[in-house]
C-alpha cells in the first residue's frame, strides 16, 4: 500500500514525492482510451483533473474537488485496486493512422504558411484604416519612416498559436483542443509528454513569449504593428485633422509621447507596452 505524507491535487501541499505517489496511482486507473501521466512530481492541470476522475468514476464522489489527502477516501481507493495492470506499454505512443496531420515541427513546416498574417493597409477595417492611412501619410511628408510589420491577423495562426501554447504548458488536454473548419491538425500524440512536446516545438517556431489571444484587435483588422523613426525635429505640415506641428522631444520613435498625443488625433492610439502596436483603442 502506498502512502502520502502530505496532500495532493487542488489546493494542496504538493510535495513532488507525493505527487509521483498519486501519479503512479492514477496511471493504474487509466483506461487503454486515456493517457497516462507523466511521473514528474509536478502536480498540473491533467494531474489534477486525473484525480476528479477518479474519484467520480471509483471514489463515487458527486462532487470531486481534486485533492487526495493522506488517510483520505481518495487514496484509499486509489490503493485498493493498485496492482491492476496498466494498459498496454506501447498502446499510448501509437500514432494515429493520418499522423501525417500530427502537431509539430513538421506539420508547422508544411502547412503554417497556409495561414499568414497581413501587414497590408487594406486589409484593415474600413474606418480604421482611413485613420492609418492619413496618419503615416502626414508622418512620411514629414520626413518619418514608417515600416508596417503586421495588420490583420489570421485567425486560424491565432488558434494554432493559442493552442499550441495551452497544450505544451498543460492547460488542455491535447484531445480536448477544439476543432477549427478547413484546419486539419491532430493535438493529440497518444501520451500527454509527446503531445507536449510537439506543441512546444510549434511555440518556438512562432516565437511565442506568451499565450496568443483569440479575440484581439489585430483579429478585427482594428490594430497594426508599425516602427517610426525620423532623425533631428519631426515638422509635420497642418492637415484636416489639425495644425501643424514639431515634435523636438525624444525619443525619435514609435516610443515618443507628443507622437502618441498627435496619433490620438488621427484615432490611432499607441499600447505602451507594446513597441510597435497601435490600435483603435491603445488596447
Known amino acids: 500500500m502506498k502512502e502520502i505524507v502530505s496532500s495532493v491535487g487542488q489546493g494542496g501541499v504538493n510535495h513532488a514525492d507525493d505527487v509521483r505517489v498519486v501519479q503512479e496511482l492514477l496511471n493504474r486507473h487509466r483506461t487503454s482510451g486515456q493517457a497516462r501521466l507523466d511521473v514528474d512530481g509536478r502536480c498540473g492541470p491533467l494531474t489534477i483533473a486525473a484525480i476528479r476522475d477518479v474519484q467520480k468514476t471509483v471514489v463515487g464522489l458527486r462532487s470531486p474537488?481534486?485533492?487526495?489527502?493522506?488517510?483520505?477516501?481518495?487514496?484509499?481507493?486509489?490503493?485498493?485496486?493498485?496492482?491492476?495492470?496498466?494498459?498496454?506499454?506501447?498502446?499510448?505512443?501509437?500514432?494515429?493512422?493520418?499522423?501525417?496531420?500530427?502537431?509539430?515541427?513538421a506539420w508547422w513546416r508544411a502547412n503554417q504558411g497556409k495561414y499568414p498574417n497581413s501587414n497590408r493597409l487594406e486589409d484593415l477595417e474600413g474606418g480604421f484604416r482611413e485613420k492609418c492611412t492619413r496618419f503615416i501619410q502626414v508622418l512620411r511628408?514629414?520626413?518619418?519612416?514608417?515600416?508596417?510589420?503586421?495588420?490583420?491577423?489570421?485567425?486560424?495562426?491565432?488558434?494554432?498559436?493559442?493552442?499550441?501554447?495551452?497544450?505544451?504548458?498543460?492547460?488542455?488536454?491535447?484531445?480536448?483542443?477544439?476543432?477549427?473548419s478547413g484546419l486539419d491538425i491532430i493535438w493529440d500524440h497518444g501520451?500527454?509528454?509527446?503531445?507536449?512536446?510537439?506543441?512546444?516545438?510549434?511555440?518556438?517556431?512562432?516565437?511565442?513569449?506568451?499565450?496568443?489571444?483569440?479575440?484581439?484587435?489585430?483579429?478585427?483588422?482594428?490594430?497594426?504593428?508599425?516602427?517610426?523613426?525620423?532623425?533631428?525635429?519631426?515638422?509635420?505640415?497642418?492637415?484636416?485633422?489639425?495644425?501643424?506641428?514639431?515634435?523636438?522631444s525624444g525619443p525619435r520613435s514609435g516610443d515618443n509621447p507628443d507622437l502618441h498625443r498627435i496619433g490620438e488625433s488621427f484615432g490611432?492610439?499607441?499600447?505602451?507596452?507594446?513597441?510597435?502596436?497601435?490600435?483603435?483603442?491603445?488596447?
Do not use: C
Open 191 to 248: 501520451s500527454d509528454a509527446a503531445s507536449r512536446k510537439a506543441a512546444q516545438e510549434m511555440v518556438d517556431l512562432f516565437h511565442m513569449a506568451h499565450i496568443a489571444s483569440l479575440t484581439s484587435n489585430h483579429i478585427a483588422g482594428k490594430a497594426i504593428d508599425m516602427t517610426i523613426s525620423w532623425h533631428g525635429n519631426l515638422i509635420l505640415e497642418a492637415h484636416e485633422l489639425g495644425r501643424g506641428e514639431t515634435i523636438t
Open 65 to 105: 474537488d481534486g485533492r487526495v489527502d493522506p488517510g483520505g477516501k481518495t487514496i484509499k481507493a486509489l490503493n485498493r485496486t493498485h496492482d491492476v495492470p496498466p494498459p498496454e506499454a506501447d498502446a499510448p505512443n501509437q500514432p494515429p493512422a493520418n499522423s501525417s496531420q500530427l502537431s509539430g515541427t
Open 141 to 180: 511628408s514629414a520626413g518619418a519612416t514608417v515600416s508596417i510589420s503586421s495588420t490583420l491577423r489570421n485567425p486560424t495562426r491565432a488558434h494554432l498559436m493559442h493552442y499550441s501554447w495551452k497544450v505544451a504548458k498543460g492547460m488542455i488536454r491535447p484531445s480536448e483542443v477544439p476543432a477549427r
Open 268 to 283: 490611432v492610439y499607441k499600447l505602451r507596452t507594446d513597441p510597435p502596436h497601435w490600435s483603435h483603442n491603445g488596447k
